[in-house]
């Protein structure tokens, strides 16, 4: 069936680069554009008019982690700084003494939720790393996003204790690596590819030698991507140098574990020597602003661009508003360079579209193009802090929010219409993620102590 949408703006794409369509229309027939211009000239099935709002092709967030965003940025660790080792890791993956905080049903319903809230700010595509990828895809399955995903795996992980970064022992056996190998075979190319599923080593630091050359050799056999962090504290910088002698790019890249079908995330604490060997072998960086700036750090996003590395963005455990984060991404980068041309309107548009299609390895998402994927975003553009506008895409990039995005469509089929998910019960994920959390922050408080609140309770004032 052929569906057109009636637009007052688009924001297409000519095969070079995105362009701007006043009074423009797309049509898409099953999951694919098959027109972008001015007036189709075919009969087709379904009209649906969204005029005089803005179309934009569905945006991609490429590092995320939807298991631990519900739990650690509600009210845990938030001015608290870098808190990796005191607790992120320990929540989520446990200590020698601990188990992992959410398992079963609670890892299930924190992730819908946040697959839910990626979604309400248009983003059609995700790359998740967790080590419950099953119920991210799952999630994912329901709610109609498209998904990549890893299933994160190590051998040693690390946690704080009394204000010291501690290595356990590492394992000999790593049965992560051969449950990523499972999710792999079972949901290759699910439901019409929407579903991918790569390799997903969590750091160097916490994977032994033979587990990474394991995973670059596997990753080669299946024809697979793989995501990982690289540099994303300075306790990695220094463990891998005492353990190698050398960074941990360096040392990656001396055993030919780095190219275009990785991705990873972060690489804060790098050197000139680091950055050479990135864009010789043609890596992908994800760069997920809000956490740096909510830390107190920052990652050299304008360096790569500069030096050819391909970056892209991702929200990593914070709250899902996509927009906020290109914004984020694009004023911390002119604040850092102190240049207000260090990452252009244009420039973050691409990372979350162009180049992040690229990261994935596809040309035919990022875009609103024939024969590209039908995933399609409305913005409403007729609200007091879009209106007027001069230029529809620094209108959206500077002024718009999740709250504008009112029409999401992924392979095709609306997921998200009249700023309502008609896929799932809403309410129903939320309600059930509140009660986990809640449950768990109680757990976490009387065993390991969160941080207080900033008011105090009381019954009366």
Known sequence: MK?????????????????????????YEGDRIVFAGESYPGPVEKTIDVRPKLIIPGLINVHTHSLTAPLLYRGISEDEGWVLYKYLLPIRYGTPSTPPYAKGEDAYFLSRLTILDILRSGVTTVFEQTDNLEDPIKAA??????????H?????????????VIYPPAKDVCPGFDENLRLIKE???????RIKVWLGPHAPDTCSPDLLQETRRKANELKVGIGTHICQSLTEVNEIKKRFR??????????????????????????????????RDGMNVAHCASSYVKSGIHAPLARYRRAGINVVLGTDQNPMDFLDEMRLAMFSSKLNEDDPKALTVLDVFNLVTLKAAQALGR???????????????????????????????????????RNDVEMVIVNGKIVMESRKIVTVDEEEIISRAEETARRLWRKADAEFGLPKFLLEKTGKV
């Not at 949901?187 to 590819?193: E, F, K, P, S, W």
């Not at 574990?257 to 864009?279: E, N, P, Q, R, Y």
């Open 3 to 27: 569906t057109k949408i009636l637009g007052g703006e688009i924001i297409a794409f000519d095969g070079k680069n995105h362009v701007w369509i006043e009074g423009g229309e797309v049509v």
């Open 141 to 150: 399955l329901d709610l109609g996003i498209r998904l990549y995903g890893c």
């Open 187 to 193: 949901y290759r190319d699910a439901d019409n590819g």
């Open 152 to 164: 994160a795996y190590f051998n040693s992980m690390p946690f704080e204790k009394s204000g010291e």
């Open 363 to 401: 040309e035919d998402i990022g875009r609103i193009a024939p024969g590209a994927k039908a995933d399609l975003v409305v913005i409403d553009t007729r609200r007091s802090h879009l209106c007027p506008h001069r230029d529809p895409l620094k209108a959206l990039v500077y002024h718009a929010n």
């Open 246 to 279: 050398k960074t941990p790019v360096g040392y990656l890249g001396d055993m030919n574990f780095w190219g275009k079908d990785v991705i990873a995330a972060h690489a804060i604490h790098t050197t000139s020597s680091d950055v050479a060997i990135l864009a």
